[in-house]
């Protein structure tokens, strides 16, 4: 016995959502453990020589620390901080709104 077709639903492409990344160079800083941010930002040392390391809000000591990690274990001697910047960015819409700390540390070849 043979039972009627049904119509197959047609599939909708799936929208890609647009991914936001910043310039090669810089890593944003987040959960995850200190050594896989310090072995990424060694790899783009080696490849741009300079580095930008990006954080907001509780991420900003881990920022700092892969900084540390980088020019006092990793490269010492070759590699230096050269500039740090730090701002509040507004976040959240409506009654959620608040500040959050950001902090933006180049490191480079000395």
Do not use: C, F
Not at 10 to 33: A, F, L
Not at 45 to 73: H, P, S, W, Y
Request: glycine share 8%; aromatic share 2%.
């Amino acid at each position: 016995m043979s039972t009627p077709s049904q119509p197959v639903p047609e599939k909708k492409p799936e929208e890609k959502k647009p991914e936001k990344r910043g310039p090669p160079n810089h890593i944003y800083i987040g959960k995850k453990p200190l050594m896989t941010y310090a072995t990424s930002a060694m790899i783009q040392l080696a490849q741009t020589g300079e580095v930008v390391l990006k954080a907001r809000g509780m991420a900003i000591a881990r920022a700092v620390d892969v900084a540390e990690i980088i020019t006092r274990r990793l490269g010492v001697d070759v590699y230096a901080v050269r500039d740090i910047k730090i701002g509040t960015e507004r976040v959240g819409e409506g009654e959620q709104q608040r500040n959050v700390s950001t902090i933006e540390i180049t490191v480079g070849k000395r």
